[in-house]
């Protein structure tokens, strides 16, 4: 997968084929999903919704320690354990690793999480291996309910995009 990206050196493919090749159970949500979509969205990070079971905790944060990933944002003598205990323990976790920045998110803005998204999520091939993507509009719902000014924007964006799929018969 190509993705044009603000970061040159964020590259989405092997993390998102560690994750699966480590079969993490997830849904690809945010920029990297609105560009599957056709949008023209460019995104610095890799965000997606990860099912909540012990055994999927465990296999996430096996998959994120792979990719050494420490938390975004925060002191590095903050104490963290990147476990399955810390993962179920947690909802949201924004993180840096080698291929860049990577958020997971159990329950993201406007949704129940993981399967409240898989519901409606499409699954697309990314050249050689295949990953759920967030439906349309549940990408909608989800920057709606987000609310910040650049999802504002960006739900302008996905609803254009939406309308012109439906115009071509596409969705």
Known sequence: MTDRTADPDFDPDPALRLLVARGVVFVLIGGLAARQHGSPTVTRDLDICYERSAENAARLADALREMRATLRGVEEDVPFILDARTIRNGDSFTFVTE?????????????????????????????????????????????????????????????????ELTRRGEL
Do not use: C, H, N, Q
């Not at 439906?135 to 609803?159: F, S």
């Open 99 to 163: 291929y860049g920045s990577v958020d997971i998110l159990a329950t993201p803005s406007g949704t129940a999480g993981y399967p409240d998204l898989v519901a409606g999520a499409v699954t697309m091939d990314f050249g050689g291996y295949e990953v759920d993507v967030v439906a349309l509009d549940d990408l909608i719902r989800m920057k709606r309910a987000a609310g910040r000014p650049k999802d504002r924007v960006e739900v302008e964006i996905l609803i254009a995009l939406r309308d």
